[in-house]
């Protein structure tokens, strides 16, 4: 593939991200807010774009990965965004995870400007990141995927990245059911180490049995972990699993869905927030229920 791959939004996800797709030989050209990661990515080997449109005029593959649903909105429809230079024939790759409704919005405005657009959110966090390992969950045009797939295996793991529907927002309803299913896990892990602790039990045995059965999860074994060692310095910030959760509320209220698990996961994030902890690690929601447990 020779086309040239745009990147917009060099954070804690998309800095390593971009650096897996410079180091399997693609060309890229790199967009952030702030100077520092363009420059990184520069040095590996990257070419630096001032604005989204610099960017949709240079790459033909764009790809997205922003905080929120504005932050996808402004890059691409705003002042200087990508619309304002796409070139017909583009692929719009948004990696991050935002409204499905907003998403289904932005792909029409997309091909009304003679691109395509999959939405094409992701899970596992920075270490996935890092490690080229993410779960990648897309919506969007078959043909479109397959001619983009060997840049998204630069990124993530072959076999996780699944094809939910042609439909655009279909991935980012994926990610939604993403976010709630880590939740209740999430909580569920938080409450039984509350019991283990006050019962004064070893929580390094039991999070070590609880591996070996049923129990075993992905949940208990990063973010048991974290508990253990109180290490909530961020791979996923807490800020984000909230609106994260935000979005889940409101896809399950737009189907009329039930989501009571959720509602309660998203008032334990909602503290640690108000608490002060938005930039931690979401892993940190445990300490709301030790707190709870009148634990230190």
């Known amino acids: 593939m020779n086309e040239t ?74 002042p200087n965004g990508v619309l304002t230079a796409l070139q017909r024939g583009s692929v719009v790759i948004d990696m991050s995870s935002i409204s499905p409704v907003v998403t289904r919005k932005l792909a029409a405005q997309v091909a009304a400007h003679g691109g395509t657009m999959l939405d094409a959110p992701v899970s596992g966090g920075e270490v996935g990141a890092i490690n080229a390992t993410l779960s990648i969950m897309i919506g969007g045009d078959a043909e479109a995927l397959k001619r983009v797939r060997p840049i998204l295996e630069c990124m993530g793991n072959p076999e996780r990245i699944v094809h939910i529907g042609s439909e655009p927002g279909s991935g980012q309803v994926c990610k939604v059911c993403n976010q709630m299913a880590i939740g209740g896990a999430l909580a569920g892990v938080s409450e039984a180490f509350a019991i283990a602790q006050k019962a004064g039990v070893d929580l390094s045995r039991v999070r070590e049995a609880l591996l070996g059965g049923f129990a075993s999860s992905r949940v208990l ?15 996923f910030r807490t800020r984000l699993y909230q609106k994260d959760l935000r979005l889940a509320n409101e896809v399950a209220a737009a189907h009329g869905v039930a989501a009571p698990a959720t509602a309660v996961v998203t008032q334990l994030v909602n503290a640690l927030v108000a608490a002060g902890g938005a930039d931690l690690d979401y892993s940190a929601l445990g300490t709301v229920l030790f707190k709870l447990a009148g634990i230190a």
């Open 5 to 78: 791959v745009g990147f917009i939004g060099l954070g804690v996800m998309g800095r390593p991200m971009a650096k897996h797709i410079l180091a399997k030989g693609h060309k890229l050209v790199g967009c952030n807010r702030s100077r520092g990661p363009v420059d990184d990515i520069v040095k590996a080997g990257g070419t630096a774009a001032e604005t989204p449109a610099d960017v949709a005029r240079r790459a033909t593959i764009i790809i997205t990965m922003v905080p929120d649903t504005p932050d996808v909105e402004l890059v691409l429809s705003g």
């Open 221 to 235: 074994e990063v973010h048991g972990e974290r508990m253990i060692k109180k290490n909530y310095v961020p791979g």
